[in-house]
């Protein structure tokens, strides 16, 4: 069953920027944390973002950090992640996840819900 849907997926030059976004399906909180992960096929899960209900606490990976945003509308129920400067090295599987406490985590084993994944592929 599908928890969350992320969208906006596509090619990208290097250097380009590309933003993706994520909605929950019907039943699925959105009312804490959420947060971005990315994996590349055969390699572990990797940290991206997250950020508080309020925006007020955000926390990046290190290897994103001064050139992702993550942000989210609540009214909507709409979470973004805004990707500029990217790399080849971004090329990844992009999930969106929601966490069930209002403390922003980098571990996923914190977050109870995901989506299937956006595909973002940034070429040279």
């Known amino acids: 069953q599908v928890q969350l849907l992320e969208s906006g997926g596509g090619l990208v030059q290097a250097g380009g920027s590309l933003t993706i976004s994520c909605r929950p399906s019907s039943g699925t909180p959105t009312r804490y944390a959420m947060g971005w992960f990315r994996q590349v096929p055969g390699q572990e899960i990797e940290f991206v973002a997250a950020?508080?209900?309020?925006?007020?606490?955000?926390k990046y990976g290190d290897s994103v950090k001064g050139r992702f945003a993550i942000s989210r509308d609540n009214a909507k129920k709409i979470v973004y992640l805004q990707m500029d400067s990217l790399e080849p090295e971004d090329t990844a599987v992009y999930f969106c996840?929601?966490?069930?406490?209002?403390?922003?985590?980098?571990?996923?084993?914190?977050?109870?819900?995901w989506g299937q994944g956006t595909q973002v592929t940034v070429t040279v």
């Open positions: 950020l508080s209900r309020n925006s007020a606490i955000i």
């Open positions: 996840a929601a966490e069930s406490t209002v403390v922003p985590t980098t571990a996923r084993s914190q977050y109870t819900y």
